[in-house]
């Protein structure tokens, strides 16, 4: 096939259509209608990413008695006082906007009080109930509203459309972006005034994992490829109530929300006592790396359901209430063959969230000038720990944010940079490796590769690690490079089209490169904090003299990591933004 890719001009591409990718292109237009705004999405606009997913809700400070320093505290104190101050203040100012943007001018309709005010549930980790949602299906209103004002504005489209890997000038200024039309399997060069990465990171290398099945940190390895820094890569999140209902079903890793625990549930042992009160004082309410380092250490000790898991439990709050409170989740243990309203349902920890990413300021610009980032590819909101909530929170505040900036960026740089003709060529070679020639592999060795890596990265880069797992891990990871570079698809697997094959391999190529950057963060964090618990360095670091890991790829395989100083912006550990704290 001609390997010659298609041309494009935009002034603005963003990469990904979740929340962050959405807002971007509505802001962008609004603040400059004239703008030629091209969003390009892996999968289908408005049906993929983890923005449609989110059940619990989004985190806000509306309801009185609650403020945004209290919620900033919340965020801080949760993060462990890792979360850069200066986003964290943005994503709880910018939440008030953003919400009543999200229910005056999109149309979203969020859960009332019989009052009229807005419902905001409990979620875990916060001393206000903030939580705004609509019943517990909350990310399908959100997407669904965005959608439809993305389509009603002549956006341009490019659906199954994969992004492969940013292309510079022979200056090093940004070009645009290499992609790869999925339906034909033809490379498309999109240049590109302004690019927004917000591909939503995502930790599908783990064994038991929740986002959506187009997530493998596409955006994330991308940018080490660039040289970009990444912060706090060791701090992955894991949700501490997966389903677990076998390996036969993928249905296992999908999250059951936080609003459960936050309702009152119950996290029991397999023989049936509770446990969460034995690791901490406010028990299952407890922040979601505690809960899931508890169930996990629960797992070890062989106290287990038949799947291994530990149950959860909601019947004693009355199974009429549970179905009216939760209708999604407990349709969906049904289908699995569970009773969430008046039983127990097994569950697991998975891995869920990337608290790291592309280190940016709160305009959402990055090192690289033209460059923005906004959504779960972003790193330095949320610290060691994301509360349940601020997800959503970060990808719509700052997706708004990054359309403005890149509008009013446009404004002084109105010039294309032509694409270095050998980057281009040498961007096509690394897609192209697995159509080379050589002797061909089976397509069965990418699935035993992938379950390789998920079995590693849960075994050893997950919920506990230790120097030894996380060199074991690395050495894995090292073998699984290799033989990703000597992958050659066989004969009957080398049509272009839909060539799930060929992006399965791509994947997972960019999921060992992540997995990387997670394994030596990891490594160089000698304590422990949030997300990240070293069996071997239990003891938290000094939260006054807090450091975050920043890793960037020295242009080969090799990975620097460098500990820089957080900074305490707006207030000093031991000190509060709350009047009566
Ligand atoms: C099951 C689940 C439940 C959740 N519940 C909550 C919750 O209750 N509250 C909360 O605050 N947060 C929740 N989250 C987290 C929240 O969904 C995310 O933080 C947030 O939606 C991320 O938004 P985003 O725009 O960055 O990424 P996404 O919404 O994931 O969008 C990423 C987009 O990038 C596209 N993409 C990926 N790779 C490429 C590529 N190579 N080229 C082009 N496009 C690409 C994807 O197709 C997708 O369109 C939940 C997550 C999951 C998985």
């Known amino acids: 096939m001609d390997s010659t890719p298609l041309r494009l001009e ?131 209103e959100i997407i669904n509203r965005l959608a439809e004002q993305v389509w009603s504005r002549g956006i341009r489209r490019l659906e199954e459309h994969r992004a492969l890997d940013f292309l510079l000038d022979v200056e ?183 608290m790291g990413g592309v280190e940016f300021a709160p305009d959402c610009t990055t090192e690289r000038a033209g460059l923005f980032v906004a959504g779960e590819d972003s790193g330095g909101v949320h610290g060691a720990n994301r509360l349940g909530g601020n997800g959503v929170a970060n990808s719509t505040v700052f997706g708004g944010i990054a359309g403005e900036t890149m509008a009013a960026w446009l404004v002084s740089h109105r010039a294309f940079c032509e694409p270095d003709p050998a980057a281009l060529e040498a961007a096509i070679a690394r897609a192209e490796v697995t159509f080379a020639p050589g002797p061909t592999t089976s397509a069965s060795a990418l699935e035993e590769m992938r379950e390789t890596l998920y079995q590693a990265m849960w075994d050893d880069a997950g919920i506990v690690r230790n120097a030894q797992g996380l060199s074991r891990v690395e050495a894995v990871l090292d073998g699984l490079a290799a033989r990703l570079a000597a992958f050659r698809l066989p004969a009957e697997a080398r049509d272009r089209a839909f060539n799930l094959t060929w992006h399965d391999a791509l994947n997972l190529d960019n999921l060992v490169s992540v997995s990387r950057a997670i394994v030596r963060a990891a490594q160089a964090r000698e304590n422990s904090c949030g997300a990240h618990h070293r069996a071997d360095f239990p003891a938290p670091a000094d939260v006054a003299s807090a450091t975050f890991t920043s890793v960037r790829s020295g242009g080969d395989a090799t990975l620097t990591v460098t500990a820089k100083p957080v900074n305490f912006s707006r207030v000093r550990p031991g000190q509060s933004l709350l009047v009566h704290a």
């Open 172 to 354: 090093g200024a940004l070009a645009g972006v290499l992609l790869t039309d999925v339906r034909t399997g033809r490379y498309v060069f999109v240049q590109a005034k302004a690019v927004l990465l917000a591909t939503g990171g995502g930790p599908t290398m783990y064994r038991f994992h929740t986002p959506s099945g187009d997530k493998s940190c596409d955006g994330l390895a991308m940018a080490l490829r660039l040289g970009l820094p990444l912060r706090d890569m060791e701090m992955v999140q894991f949700h501490p109530t997966g389903l677990l209902a076998g390996m036969h079903t993928r249905m296992t890793g999908t999250v059951l929300e936080e609003g459960l625990r936050g309702a009152g549930g119950h996290l029991l042992d397999g023989g049936g006592v509770r446990f969460m009160a034995n690791y901490d004082v406010q028990a299952e309410r407890a922040t979601r790396d505690v809960v899931s380092r508890a169930i996990f250490t629960e797992m070890r000790a062989g106290r287990t359901t038949p799947n291994g898991g530990v149950y959860l439990s909601m019947g004693h709050l009355g199974a009429a209430n549970v179905l009216r409170q939760f209708k999604g989740m407990v349709e969906r243990c049904a289908d699995c063959g569970f009773d969430l309203a008046a039983g127990r349902v097994e569950v697991v920890p998975t891995a869920h969230y990337m």
């Open 10 to 140: 935009t002034d603005i591409l963003i990469l990904g259509a979740g929340g962050a990718g959405l807002f971007a292109a509505l802001h962008a237009h609004q603040a400059n209608p004239a703008l030629d705004i091209t969003i390009a999405v892996k999968g289908l606009l408005g049906k993929c990413g983890c923005t449609r997913m989110v059940q619990g809700g989004y985190n806000v400070a509306l309801a009185q008695g609650d403020s945004i320093e209290r919620h900033f505290m919340d965020t801080i104190e949760g993060g462990k006082w890792l979360p850069d101050q200066d986003l964290a203040w943005t994503l709880v100012t910018g939440a008030i906007e953003r919400i009543h943007e999200l229910e005056n001018e999109l149309g979203c309709f969020f859960d009332r009080n019989p009052d009229g005010t807005i419902h905001q549930k409990a979620f875990a980790g916060q001393t206000f109930d903030r939580t705004v949602h609509k019943g517990d299906l909350t990310g399908i």
